[in-house]
C-alpha cells in the first residue's frame, strides 16, 4: 500500500477517503486501504490544477491511478484522441513508453511526462527502425503497417498506423492484396485470418496476451455456459477460435455497455476487469487474467514524484524530425480508417 506523510486536514482526508471508497470498496479495498491513499491522490489532484497537468490513464493501470486521479481512462486509440485534444500544458502518462511517445508526437509542444521509464513493452521491444526498413527493402512498394506499440523511431518509417480498434478497417482499406504488419505476430495472424489479406509478419508477442490457453477458454466455457468471452486480438489465433469476439479493450467496454449485465471473461490484462467490475457491478467477471509487469511500473508515488519534480529521463523528448515522420503514420491512420484508399 502507497502511503505519505499528509498536510491535509483531517476532513479533507475523510473527504477523500469516501470518495475513493465509492469505486475502489467494489473491488474489495476497505475504507482503511482508501485512507491511506488518500493524502497522494489529494496532492496529485491538487498539483495536476496548480500545473494545469492532465493524467491519462490505460485501462490496465492500478485501480487506485484510474479511480483516484486519472481525468481520462481508454484503450490505445482514446488516448491518442485525448492527447491530440488535451490543452493543459502537460500530459502525466500512466501507461507505456509507446503511448506517452504517441502523446508527444501529437503534441509537440506540451511537456509528456512518463512517471516511470521502466514501463516499456514487449512489443514495441521486439522491432527497430533497421529492421523495418530492411523489410521494406525485402517487399517495395508494399504498404507497412505498424501497430501504435511501437517506437517513435520505428513509426517513423511506417506508412499507417493502427491500434486494437481499428487495426482490421484499416488493412481492408488499403489499396492491394498485401500488407507488412509489424511487430504482433498474433494479431497479424488473427488479420490474416479476418481481413483475407496476404500479410507479411514479424515475430513480435505480448508477454501478457502470449500467455492465455486454449485451455484457460475451455475451462470457463465449462464451468459457466451462459459466460461470452472476449479475447484481445494480440492473443494466439488457436485461442481466438474458441471465442464470441476478438477485439481490443475498448471493443469489450462498447460490447457490455451494449448489452448489458451479464457473465464475461476478458482474455486480457486484468486491469480492465478491475475497472470494468467497479462501473458495471451487477455483471460478473470470471477466469484468468494476466497482469503486464510494464503497465505495473507506475504508482502513485512516482506519478506524484513525476508531477512535484520530473527528472530529465520522465520528460518524454524526442527529436524534431521523428516527431515529423512518426506524425505522418498517426495521421494516416485518422485517414485510412475513414475509407478505403486508392493510392500509398
Ligand atoms: P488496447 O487497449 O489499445 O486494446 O491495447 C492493449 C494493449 O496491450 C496496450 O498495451
Ligand atoms: Fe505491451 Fe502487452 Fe503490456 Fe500491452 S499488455 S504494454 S502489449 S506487454
Redesign the pocket.
Known sequence: MEQELTSFSKEEIEVETDRLFVSLGKLGWTREDCEIIAPLTLEINQLKKEKNAIILAHS?QRPQIVFGIADFVGDSYGLSKAAMEADADTIVFCG?KFMAETAKILNPNKTVILPNLEAG???ADSITAEDVLRLKEQYPGVPVVCYV?TSAEVKAVCDVCVTSSNAEKIVNNLPGDTVIFIPDYHMGRNLAESTGKKIILWNGK????DEFTEQHVKEVRQTYPDVTIMAHA?CDPSVVSLVDLVVGTQGMINYIKEHGTGTYMLVT?CGLADRLQVEFPESKFVGTCML?P??KKITLKNTLDALKNPSAEQIIDLDPETIERAKRSLEQMFVVEKGPVSAF
Open positions: 490496465y507505456v513493452c514487449s512489443l506499440n505480448c508477454i501478457v496476451h494480440e490484462e503486464c510494464y503497465m
